[in-house]
């Protein structure tokens, strides 16, 4: 597994093109907040620390949002963000993960459940 600082964001690449911004706090089973579009991970700021008094919790910036590095030739669309998050969650090697989503976010993270299910 990563060893990551809980001191402020970090940015994992996970490719050549891809990078996530993250932000880990607390300790416990793994919980991942995903925001919906066009914010960032800060929209989670009042959320994290409750949660992170049982759990330790991953708030990220999904690709091209918020301090997540744009790729030009990225689509953009739901498989996309989809495998972003799967990689994220396989780079630091998280399982029994709980996964918690806003609005599009909530989405995302119901088929990122259902790609690691059946996988």
Do not use: C
Not at 10 to 17: A, C, G, I
Not at 43 to 67: E, K, N, Q
Not at 69 to 82: L, Q, T
Request: proline share 7%; hydrophobic share 45%.
């Amino acid at each position: 597994m990563l060893d990551v600082s809980e001191a402020g964001p970090s940015l994992l690449k996970l490719s050549e093109r891809l990078s996530v911004r993250f932000h880990k706090t607390g300790s416990g089973p793994p919980l991942l907040l995903v925001h919906t579009i066009r914010t960032q991970l800060e929209y989670f700021r009042s959320l994290a620390p409750l949660l992170a008094r049982s759990h330790t919790v991953y708030a990220i910036d999904l690709p091209g949002h918020g301090h997540s590095p744009i790729d030009p030739g990225a689509s953009f669309n739901e498989p996309y963000f989809r495998q972003a998050v799967i990689r994220f969650i396989e780079a630091l090697d998280l399982s029994d993960i709980t996964l918690v989503g806003e609005s599009i976010g909530g989405a995302l993270v119901l088929t990122v459940a259902a790609s690691l299910h059946t996988a």
